[in-house]
Protein backbone atom coordinates (compact mmCIF):
# COMPACT_ATOMS: atom_id res chain seq x y z
CA UNK A 1 0.00 0.00 0.00
CA UNK A 2 1.39 3.44 -0.75
CA UNK A 3 1.92 5.89 1.60
CA UNK A 4 -0.78 8.43 2.34
CA UNK A 5 -0.15 11.64 2.65
CA UNK A 6 -1.69 12.52 5.97
CA UNK A 7 -1.15 16.05 6.30
CA UNK A 8 -2.65 17.04 2.77
CA UNK A 9 -5.97 14.48 3.91
CA UNK A 10 -6.75 16.34 7.25
CA UNK A 11 -6.32 20.20 4.82
CA UNK A 12 -9.15 18.35 2.56
CA UNK A 13 -12.78 18.17 2.60
CA UNK A 14 -12.72 16.56 -0.74
CA UNK A 15 -14.17 13.03 -0.46
CA UNK A 16 -12.42 10.68 -2.74
CA UNK A 17 -12.57 6.65 -1.95
CA UNK A 18 -11.41 3.57 -3.48
CA UNK A 19 -12.76 0.02 -3.18
CA UNK A 20 -12.54 -2.91 -6.12
CA UNK A 21 -15.44 -3.50 -8.22
CA UNK A 22 -17.69 -5.35 -6.63
CA UNK A 23 -20.57 -4.24 -4.35
CA UNK A 24 -20.99 -4.65 -0.41
CA UNK A 25 -19.67 -7.33 1.44
CA UNK A 26 -16.50 -7.93 -0.36
CA UNK A 27 -13.04 -8.89 1.85
CA UNK A 28 -10.96 -6.92 -0.55
CA UNK A 29 -9.98 -3.45 0.97
CA UNK A 30 -9.56 -0.79 -1.27
CA UNK A 31 -6.58 2.15 -1.42
CA UNK A 32 -6.60 4.49 1.15
CA UNK A 33 -5.16 6.72 -1.49
CA UNK A 34 -7.16 10.16 -1.40
CA UNK A 35 -6.02 11.77 -4.79
CA UNK A 36 -6.60 15.38 -3.50
CA UNK A 37 -5.18 19.11 -3.38
CA UNK A 38 -4.81 21.28 -0.76
CA UNK A 39 -6.99 23.58 -1.72
CA UNK A 40 -9.85 21.02 -1.43
CA UNK A 41 -10.50 20.27 -4.82
CA UNK A 42 -10.32 17.37 -6.84
CA UNK A 43 -7.06 17.36 -9.16
CA UNK A 44 -9.18 17.00 -12.15
CA UNK A 45 -11.53 20.30 -11.22
CA UNK A 46 -9.60 23.15 -11.60
CA UNK A 47 -9.17 24.05 -15.07
CA UNK A 48 -11.65 26.76 -15.99
CA UNK A 49 -13.83 25.53 -18.96
CA UNK A 50 -14.44 22.49 -16.23
CA UNK A 51 -16.25 24.95 -13.95
CA UNK A 52 -18.66 27.47 -13.29
CA UNK A 53 -16.99 30.96 -14.60
CA UNK A 54 -17.27 32.13 -11.12
CA UNK A 55 -15.16 28.86 -10.12
CA UNK A 56 -17.75 27.96 -7.40
CA UNK A 57 -19.33 24.08 -7.91
CA UNK A 58 -23.13 24.43 -8.80
CA UNK A 59 -23.32 22.07 -5.90
CA UNK A 60 -21.27 23.99 -3.07
CA UNK A 61 -25.09 24.04 -1.26
CA UNK A 62 -24.83 20.87 1.18
CA UNK A 63 -28.01 21.05 2.66
CA UNK A 64 -29.54 20.66 -1.03
CA UNK A 65 -27.38 19.57 -2.90
CA UNK A 66 -27.78 21.08 -6.78
CA UNK A 67 -27.18 18.81 -9.41
CA UNK A 68 -23.61 18.62 -10.32
CA UNK A 69 -23.66 18.92 -14.42
CA UNK A 70 -19.99 19.13 -15.02
CA UNK A 71 -17.72 17.00 -13.23
CA UNK A 72 -16.48 14.66 -15.56
CA UNK A 73 -14.12 12.90 -13.29
CA UNK A 74 -11.09 11.58 -15.41
CA UNK A 75 -12.65 12.16 -18.73
CA UNK A 76 -10.77 15.36 -18.82
CA UNK A 77 -7.91 15.86 -20.80
CA UNK A 78 -6.92 19.19 -19.24
CA UNK A 79 -6.87 17.28 -15.37
CA UNK A 80 -3.26 17.21 -13.87
CA UNK A 81 -3.36 13.36 -12.91
CA UNK A 82 -1.42 11.58 -15.44
CA UNK A 83 -4.37 9.76 -17.06
CA UNK A 84 -6.91 12.16 -17.28
CA UNK A 85 -7.42 11.89 -21.15
CA UNK A 86 -10.58 11.82 -23.79
CA UNK A 87 -13.63 13.99 -23.86
CA UNK A 88 -17.15 13.22 -21.98
CA UNK A 89 -20.10 12.69 -23.94
CA UNK A 90 -23.63 12.01 -23.96
CA UNK A 91 -23.29 8.26 -24.71
CA UNK A 92 -26.26 8.44 -27.44
CA UNK A 93 -24.15 10.73 -29.66
CA UNK A 94 -21.15 7.90 -29.62
CA UNK A 95 -20.92 4.99 -31.76
CA UNK A 96 -18.27 2.79 -31.13
CA UNK A 97 -16.18 0.40 -33.44
CA UNK A 98 -15.88 -3.54 -32.69
CA UNK A 99 -12.69 -3.91 -30.99
CA UNK A 100 -12.91 -7.75 -30.34
CA UNK A 101 -14.10 -7.22 -26.66
CA UNK A 102 -17.09 -9.61 -26.51
CA UNK A 103 -14.65 -12.42 -27.45
CA UNK A 104 -13.31 -12.18 -24.01
CA UNK A 105 -16.83 -12.26 -22.36
CA UNK A 106 -18.03 -14.97 -24.74
CA UNK A 107 -14.34 -17.04 -23.38
CA UNK A 108 -15.17 -16.46 -19.64
CA UNK A 109 -18.74 -17.81 -20.53
CA UNK A 110 -17.29 -21.18 -22.99
CA UNK A 111 -13.95 -21.65 -20.47
CA UNK A 112 -12.88 -23.99 -17.98
CA UNK A 113 -10.84 -22.72 -15.35
CA UNK A 114 -7.63 -23.63 -14.95
CA UNK A 115 -6.92 -26.59 -12.55
CA UNK A 116 -5.13 -24.59 -9.84
CA UNK A 117 -6.30 -21.44 -10.37
CA UNK A 118 -10.46 -21.93 -10.47
CA UNK A 119 -11.51 -18.51 -11.71
CA UNK A 120 -9.08 -17.90 -15.15
CA UNK A 121 -9.80 -19.42 -18.20
CA UNK A 122 -6.36 -19.93 -20.05
CA UNK A 123 -6.98 -19.97 -23.68
CA UNK A 124 -5.33 -22.14 -26.41
CA UNK A 125 -5.25 -18.86 -28.91
CA UNK A 126 -4.66 -15.93 -28.38
CA UNK A 127 -7.98 -13.23 -28.58
CA UNK A 128 -6.56 -10.18 -30.62
CA UNK A 129 -7.98 -7.09 -29.54
CA UNK A 130 -8.31 -3.88 -31.96
CA UNK A 131 -8.93 -0.41 -31.00
CA UNK A 132 -10.47 -0.39 -27.63
CA UNK A 133 -11.63 2.33 -26.14
CA UNK A 134 -10.36 3.24 -22.45
CA UNK A 135 -12.97 4.91 -20.13
CA UNK A 136 -11.58 4.74 -16.90
CA UNK A 137 -8.46 2.91 -14.48
CA UNK A 138 -8.46 1.92 -11.55
CA UNK A 139 -5.59 2.22 -8.60
CA UNK A 140 -3.97 -1.05 -7.38
CA UNK A 141 -0.98 0.28 -5.29
CA UNK A 142 0.97 -2.35 -6.98
CA UNK A 143 4.41 -1.70 -4.97
CA UNK A 144 6.94 -2.93 -8.48
CA UNK A 145 4.59 -0.04 -10.49
CA UNK A 146 5.41 3.84 -10.28
CA UNK A 147 3.24 6.03 -9.00
CA UNK A 148 2.26 8.01 -12.53
CA UNK A 149 1.64 5.26 -14.34
CA UNK A 150 -0.40 2.66 -11.41
CA UNK A 151 -3.34 2.70 -13.19
CA UNK A 152 -2.03 1.24 -16.26
CA UNK A 153 -2.58 -2.25 -14.43
CA UNK A 154 -6.48 -1.44 -14.11
CA UNK A 155 -8.01 -0.38 -17.23
CA UNK A 156 -11.54 0.01 -18.13
CA UNK A 157 -12.17 -0.83 -21.82
CA UNK A 158 -15.25 -0.55 -24.03
CA UNK A 159 -15.84 -1.06 -27.65
CA UNK A 160 -19.24 -1.36 -29.17
CA UNK A 161 -20.01 -4.43 -27.54
CA UNK A 162 -19.51 -4.26 -24.10
CA UNK A 163 -17.36 -3.34 -21.34
CA UNK A 164 -14.22 -5.92 -20.26
CA UNK A 165 -11.74 -4.47 -17.76
CA UNK A 166 -7.56 -5.10 -17.77
CA UNK A 167 -6.69 -6.30 -14.39
CA UNK A 168 -4.89 -9.03 -13.05
CA UNK A 169 -6.08 -8.81 -9.01
CA UNK A 170 -4.80 -6.75 -6.11
CA UNK A 171 -0.81 -5.79 -6.33
CA UNK A 172 -0.57 -8.22 -9.42
CA UNK A 173 0.14 -7.32 -12.94
CA UNK A 174 -1.77 -8.29 -16.55
CA UNK A 175 1.41 -7.56 -18.63
CA UNK A 176 4.27 -9.90 -18.58
CA UNK A 177 7.92 -8.79 -17.10
CA UNK A 178 9.36 -6.22 -19.59
CA UNK A 179 5.91 -5.64 -21.71
CA UNK A 180 3.80 -3.17 -19.80
CA UNK A 181 3.70 0.36 -21.30
CA UNK A 182 5.76 2.56 -19.96
CA UNK A 183 4.03 5.83 -20.18
CA UNK A 184 0.54 6.57 -18.63
CA UNK A 185 -2.40 5.26 -20.83
CA UNK A 186 -5.18 7.70 -20.68
CA UNK A 187 -8.85 8.04 -20.63
CA UNK A 188 -9.94 8.35 -24.67
CA UNK A 189 -6.90 6.11 -25.55
CA UNK A 190 -7.87 3.44 -27.91
CA UNK A 191 -5.89 0.39 -27.27
CA UNK A 192 -4.92 -3.11 -29.07
CA UNK A 193 -2.94 -6.28 -27.30
CA UNK A 194 -3.49 -9.75 -27.64
CA UNK A 195 -4.86 -12.26 -24.01
CA UNK A 196 -4.41 -15.60 -23.02
CA UNK A 197 -6.09 -15.43 -19.95
CA UNK A 198 -9.52 -14.29 -18.74
CA UNK A 199 -11.58 -14.04 -15.67
CA UNK A 200 -14.95 -12.48 -14.69
CA UNK A 201 -15.63 -10.68 -11.42
CA UNK A 202 -18.54 -8.93 -10.24
CA UNK A 203 -20.06 -9.47 -13.33
CA UNK A 204 -17.59 -7.69 -15.87
CA UNK A 205 -15.39 -10.08 -17.90
CA UNK A 206 -11.37 -9.14 -17.20
CA UNK A 207 -8.20 -9.98 -19.34
CA UNK A 208 -5.34 -10.89 -16.45
CA UNK A 209 -2.91 -11.44 -19.29
CA UNK A 210 -1.83 -9.50 -21.77
CA UNK A 211 0.88 -8.92 -24.79
CA UNK A 212 1.70 -7.09 -27.32
CA UNK A 213 0.07 -3.69 -25.74
CA UNK A 214 0.24 -0.95 -27.98
CA UNK A 215 -1.70 2.63 -27.75
CA UNK A 216 -2.97 3.37 -30.76
CA UNK A 217 -4.46 6.83 -30.55
CA UNK A 218 -5.64 9.52 -27.80
CA UNK A 219 -8.16 12.12 -27.39
CA UNK A 220 -11.14 10.21 -28.34
CA UNK A 221 -15.05 10.92 -27.28
CA UNK A 222 -15.98 8.75 -23.82
CA UNK A 223 -19.24 7.95 -23.54
CA UNK A 224 -21.45 8.21 -20.39
CA UNK A 225 -25.25 8.72 -19.12
CA UNK A 226 -26.62 11.22 -16.65
CA UNK A 227 -28.61 9.25 -14.31
CA UNK A 228 -28.71 11.79 -11.68
CA UNK A 229 -32.73 11.15 -10.62
CA UNK A 230 -33.46 8.42 -12.68
CA UNK A 231 -33.58 4.61 -12.13
CA UNK A 232 -30.03 3.25 -13.24
CA UNK A 233 -30.00 -0.11 -15.41
CA UNK A 234 -27.67 -3.02 -14.78
CA UNK A 235 -27.71 -3.09 -18.48
CA UNK A 236 -24.97 -0.24 -18.12
CA UNK A 237 -22.74 -2.50 -15.99
CA UNK A 238 -19.22 -1.03 -16.47
CA UNK A 239 -19.91 1.43 -18.33
CA UNK A 240 -19.27 5.26 -17.30
CA UNK A 241 -22.67 6.91 -15.49
CA UNK A 242 -23.04 10.19 -13.74
CA UNK A 243 -25.31 10.53 -10.14
CA UNK A 244 -25.09 13.68 -8.55
CA UNK A 245 -27.01 13.85 -5.15
CA UNK A 246 -26.60 13.34 -1.06
CA UNK A 247 -25.34 10.85 1.27
CA UNK A 248 -28.82 10.24 3.07
CA UNK A 249 -27.93 7.31 5.25
CA UNK A 250 -24.78 4.96 6.62
CA UNK A 251 -26.03 1.54 5.62
CA UNK A 252 -22.80 -0.26 7.90
CA UNK A 253 -19.52 -1.87 6.93
CA UNK A 254 -19.65 -3.40 3.53
CA UNK A 255 -15.93 -5.53 3.27
CA UNK A 256 -12.72 -4.02 4.04
CA UNK A 257 -12.70 -0.66 5.55
CA UNK A 258 -15.27 0.74 3.06
CA UNK A 259 -18.98 1.81 3.83
CA UNK A 260 -22.45 1.61 2.01
CA UNK A 261 -24.20 4.12 1.45
CA UNK A 262 -27.92 5.68 0.65
CA UNK A 263 -27.27 7.92 -1.71
CA UNK A 264 -29.80 9.74 -2.63
CA UNK A 265 -30.60 11.76 -6.01
CA UNK A 266 -34.11 13.47 -6.80
CA UNK A 267 -36.47 10.90 -5.69
CA UNK A 268 -34.04 7.71 -6.43
CA UNK A 269 -31.71 6.06 -4.14
CA UNK A 270 -28.51 4.08 -4.96
CA UNK A 271 -26.24 2.52 -3.22
CA UNK A 272 -22.52 4.40 -2.91
CA UNK A 273 -19.57 2.42 -1.83
CA UNK A 274 -16.53 3.96 -0.48
CA UNK A 275 -13.77 4.32 2.64
CA UNK A 276 -13.50 7.40 2.76
CA UNK A 277 -12.92 9.38 6.11
CA UNK A 278 -14.26 12.45 4.23
CA UNK A 279 -17.41 11.38 3.70
CA UNK A 280 -20.41 10.89 5.87
CA UNK A 281 -24.46 11.34 5.69
CA UNK A 282 -25.08 14.57 4.54
CA UNK A 283 -21.98 14.88 2.00
CA UNK A 284 -23.17 16.31 -1.54
CA UNK A 285 -21.61 13.50 -4.00
CA UNK A 286 -21.23 13.51 -7.84
CA UNK A 287 -20.36 9.90 -8.92
CA UNK A 288 -18.35 10.04 -12.87
CA UNK A 289 -17.09 6.22 -13.22
CA UNK A 290 -17.87 2.89 -14.51
CA UNK A 291 -21.14 1.66 -13.00
CA UNK A 292 -21.07 -1.34 -10.68
CA UNK A 293 -23.44 -3.84 -9.54
CA UNK A 294 -24.41 -5.83 -5.85
CA UNK A 295 -26.96 -8.21 -5.41
CA UNK A 296 -29.08 -7.92 -8.56
CA UNK A 297 -28.91 -4.03 -8.02
CA UNK A 298 -26.53 -0.84 -9.64
CA UNK A 299 -23.97 0.16 -7.36
CA UNK A 300 -21.71 3.37 -7.43
CA UNK A 301 -17.93 1.62 -6.25
CA UNK A 302 -15.48 4.26 -5.69
CA UNK A 303 -13.26 2.27 -7.10
CA UNK A 304 -11.17 5.67 -7.68
CA UNK A 305 -10.74 8.27 -5.85
CA UNK A 306 -11.07 10.42 -9.16
CA UNK A 307 -14.15 9.78 -10.02
CA UNK A 308 -16.03 11.51 -7.30
CA UNK A 309 -16.58 14.92 -6.26
CA UNK A 310 -18.14 15.86 -2.58
CA UNK A 311 -18.42 19.20 -0.47
Known amino acids: MKTKNWLVLLASCVALASAPLMGCGDDADPSNDNNVTENNTPTNNTPTNNTPT ?141 TSQVNSYAGVSQAVLVTDFTIDGSGNDVPFTDYTGQDIPLEDLGKLVRVSGELTADNGGCGGSSICYTLTHGDKETAFRSNSDFVDVGTCVTFFGPLGSFDDAAQLNEVNYAWTYTN
Do not use: M
Request: glycine fraction near 10%.
Open 54 to 194: NNTPTNNTPTTCVPNDWFNGQAFAEGSDAHNGGNAVDAASVTLDDAGLQGIVDAVANGTPDENNDYIVTLETPLTISGALVIATGRTDNDNTPDVIEGNDWLYLQDANTVVVLNAGPGKTAFPEGEAPTEAVKVGDKVSFS
